[in-house]
């Protein structure tokens, strides 16, 4: 069965940081890019960041780039979100996904496989 279990979500002050982690199951995890999405209520589903299947490359949305870093360790099937400088407009449910591409793309419509999610919350 295909499977990925984010965790690493919470309340955290506004300057805070969060690492989540979205771990694989089911799949062959180099094979695929990795990314991570936010979606906040009454919002479209968003790109964060993304990497791709070695993690020599890596692409991030204007609002988080120098706050947030993408890596993965295809030893672990796993791929981290580290989160730095929180801020309230942060506050979301955060999403990994994985899809069949070399490079990590941006379009939330190249992935095929989703986790649940795991909510970050951002007080200010």
């Known amino acids: 069965q295909v499977q990925l279990v984010e965790s690493g979500g919470g309340l955290v002050q506004a300057g805070g940081s969060l690492r989540l982690s979205c771990a694989a199951s089911?799949?062959?995890?180099?094979?695929?890019?990795m990314g991570w999405f936010c979606q906040a209520p009454g919002k479209e589903r968003e790109f964060v960041a993304g990497?791709?299947?070695?993690?020599?490359?890596?692409s991030y949305t204007d609002s988080v780039e120098g706050r947030f870093t993408i890596s993965r360790d295809n030893v672990k099937n796993t791929v981290y979100l580290q989160m730095n400088s929180l801020k309230p407009e942060d506050t979301a449910v955060y999403l990994c996904?994985?899809?069949?591409?070399?490079?990590?793309?941006?379009?939330?419509?190249?992935?095929?496989?989703w986790g649940q999610g795991t909510q970050v919350t951002v007080s200010s």
């Open positions: 996904a994985a899809g069949l591409s070399v490079d990590a793309s941006t379009s939330k419509y190249e992935y095929n496989v």
């Open positions: 089911g799949l062959t995890f180099r094979r695929y890019a």
């Open positions: 990497i791709s299947r070695s993690g020599d490359r890596t």
